[in-house]
């Protein structure tokens, strides 16, 4: 099956730096990719639809200041948290859609968890 | 985004029994897809069932869909304490690819 692949797995930073999540489909190209934020025992919330070569679309009450996302090429989306603050401590899950034999399908990256110290 | 609800919260049972988990949504839909969660990983896509099927099986996974209840369930047969993990209905809301995220049942096989 198609992977996806996210970069780093974990990362911790002090309060006030940006951290920028890489989000990558290995071997395929995708058009739109979608950014999620899993805090503990909760469910995925989606963040932001991220599609190539124009302005990613957020969902209310996510500040597109504060997540700026970038889908520069048809392999890669890269979320960067800006200044970031403890309560953006979370895990964070790209996937991507893929559109093959007149369906789709999204295949979800392993996460990125963020700690902000 | 409107979130789905799922039931139970929490599911604990012995290996070998079988584990029932249900999904309830709140729009149209194209689809609606079954992932499981181990802790702190990513997603496993199981299980598409599409709006105008009923039921479809795969493996010991059985996937039942009633769009006139606008409910889901999927049921793991023979569980094995391998299973455990967190298990997500996610709903295609006919908005450009968008998947609606239920809020989880957690499964805790017993071996």
């Known amino acids: 099956g198609a992977v996806v692949s996210q970069h780093p797995s974990r990362v911790i930073c002090k309060s006030g730096t940006s951290v920028k999540i890489e989000c990558r489909s290995l071997d395929f190209q995708a058009t739109t990719m979608f950014w999620y934020r899993q805090f503990p025992k909760k469910s995925l919330m989606l963040m932001a639809t991220?599609?190539?070569?124009?302005?990613?679309?957020?969902e209310q009450g996510v500040e597109k200041d504060k997540f700026l996302i970038n889908h520069a090429s048809l392999t890669l989306s890269t979320l960067t948290v800006t200044s970031a603050h403890p309560e953006d401590s979370s895990f964070y899950i790209c996937s991507a859609r893929l559109l093959a034999g007149g369906g789709e399908t999204q295949y979800f990256g392993p996460g990125t968890r963020l700690l902000v110290l | 985004s409107q979130q789905g609800e799922e039931d139970p919260q929490a599911l604990s049972i012995q290996e070998g029994e079988n584990a029932t988990m249900n999904c309830s949504y709140k729009t149209s839909i194209n689809n609606l897809q079954w992932y499981r969660q181990n802790s702190g990983r990513g997603l496993v896509h199981l299980i598409l069932i599409r709006s105008n099927e009923r039921e479809k099986h795969s493996g010991r996974l059985r996937v039942t869909l009633d769009t006139s209840k606008k409910s889901s369930s999927l049921l793991i047969t023979a569980s094995r304490a391998a299973d455990t993990a967190s298990y997500f209905c996610?709903?295609?809301?006919?908005?450009?690819?968008?998947?609606?995220f239920g809020q989880g049942t957690e499964l805790s096989v017993k071996p």
């Open positions: 996610a709903t295609d809301a006919k908005q450009g690819g968008k998947l609606i």
């Open positions: 991220s599609n190539e070569g124009s302005k990613a679309t957020y």
